[in-house]
């Protein structure tokens, strides 16, 4: 059976810096594209950062370049979001996603499968 988790939410004052990580079990991580999604009260559900199975491409959405890093470490079966420069703006509940096989860094698209995500508050 798949297990997808994330942890490292949190409540973070403006400004400040927060790493997700996410880690799957029963696939085989270091396959699959891997993606960080969020979706804030009243909102859709957005696209963060996604990196390809092979970790050499990322993408991120335009409101979090320059201040959001993603990573891989295949041999923990461990996705990371590093989150600097937080604002306010960024508070919603973060999904970890296992997208498609040997894929791109795509985050559009179906998931594969997806984890029960973890709520960051970003105080102002």
């Known amino acids: 059976r798949v297990q997808v988790v994330e942890s490292g939410g949190g409540l973070v004052q403006a400004g400040g810096s927060v790493r997700l990580s996410c880690t799957a079990s029963?696939?085989?991580?270091?396959?699959?594209?891997m993606g960080w999604f969020r979706q804030a009260p009243g909102k859709e559900r957005e696209g963060v950062s996604c990196i390809s199975w092979t970790g050499r491409s990322t993408y991120y959405a335009d409101s979090v370049k320059g201040r959001f890093t993603i990573s891989r470490d295949n041999a923990k079966n461990t996705l990371y979001l590093q989150m600097n420069s937080l604002e306010p703006e960024d508070t919603a509940m973060y999904y970890c996603?296992?997208?498609?096989?040997?894929?791109?860094?795509?985050?559009?698209?179906?998931?594969?499968?997806w984890g029960q995500g973890t709520q960051v508050t970003v105080s102002s």
């Open positions: 996603a296992a997208k498609t096989l040997y894929g791109n860094a795509y985050c559009q698209g179906d998931s594969a499968y």
């Open positions: 029963g696939l085989t991580f270091g396959n699959y594209a």
